[in-house]
T-cell receptor
Framework: AQSVTQPDIHITVSEGASLELRCNYS??????LFWYVQSPGQGLQLLLK??????LVQGIKGFEAEFKRSQSSFNLRKPSVHWSDAAEYFC?????????FGAGTRLTVKP | DAGVTQSPTHLIKTRGQQVTLRCSPK?????VSWYQQALGQGPQFIFQ???????QRGNFPDRFSGHQFPNYSSELNVNALLLGDSALYLC????????????FGPGTRLLVL
């Protein structure tokens, strides 16, 4: 079945530590891929997107993501997490006219 | 440059009532999509409007309907509200081509009692 999977429901990291959030998708063709962040009670903010070309994409707030076709993955990374990064992160796939979202990963940052 | 705006921010209704939510797209965008985000879940696609027509619909019942106006703003209507309709309703705007990035508004939180 077509799906977007974020295996980690909740991740806790210490401030200054590195971060990797996992995302796997199951669609026939290479879809358009996105990462969004959502702070409590807020809408979604686009962090970065992949359409084609270089498989390592840079986004806002120091985030990057790498597309791996062989693994159907689009993992989000940040070398050094800040307390303000605590939020919910959603991976999404852009299809024809809609987007399919994963269930999200909640990030907690320890001081 | 104004982003996507939604109104109201919060709403409380009772079962069986009807509700209308409103969305104004980002400047320059002519396509509006609506999503439902239940607590603890990712957003689920309801439908998309382009050129005042529903272009694509997700797996939602006919109680969910919409409209797009000539100025590209949009409304989401939900009839015969159920407790399970309680959620954050997100509007997103984009350009019409496939795969174009969707920009989200802050959402309307609906509570059905």
């Amino acid at each position: 079945a077509q799906s977007v999977t974020q295996p980690d429901i909740h991740i806790t990291v210490s401030e200054g530590a590195s971060l990797e959030l996992r995302c796997n998708y199951s669609y026939g063709a290479t879809p358009y891929l996105f990462w969004y962040v959502q702070s409590p009670g807020q809408g979604l903010q686009l962090l970065l997107k992949y359409f084609s070309g270089d498989t390592l994409v840079q986004g806002i707030k120091g985030f990057e993501a790498e597309f791996k076709r062989s693994q159907s993955s689009f993992n989000l990374r940040k070398p050094s997490v800040h307390w303000s990064d605590a939020a919910e992160y959603f991976c999404a796939v852009g299809l024809n006219n809609d987007m399919r979202f994963g269930a999200g990963t909640r990030l907690t940052v320890k001081p | 440059d104004a982003g996507v705006t939604q109104s109201p921010t919060h709403l409380i209704k009772t079962r069986g009532q009807q509700v209308t939510l409103r969305c104004s797209p980002k400047s320059g965008h002519d396509t509006v999509s609506w999503y439902q985000q239940a607590l603890g879940q990712g957003p689920q696609f309801i439908f998309q409007y382009y050129e005042e027509e529903e272009r694509q619909r997700g797996n939602f019942p006919d109680r969910f309907s919409g409209h797009q106006f000539p100025n590209y703003s949009s409304e989401l209507n939900v009839n015969a509200l159920l407790l399970g309709d309680s959620a954050l309703y997100l509007c997103a705007s984009s350009l019409p081509e496939r795969g174009k990035t969707q920009y989200f508004g802050p959402g309307t939180r609906l509570l059905v009692l």
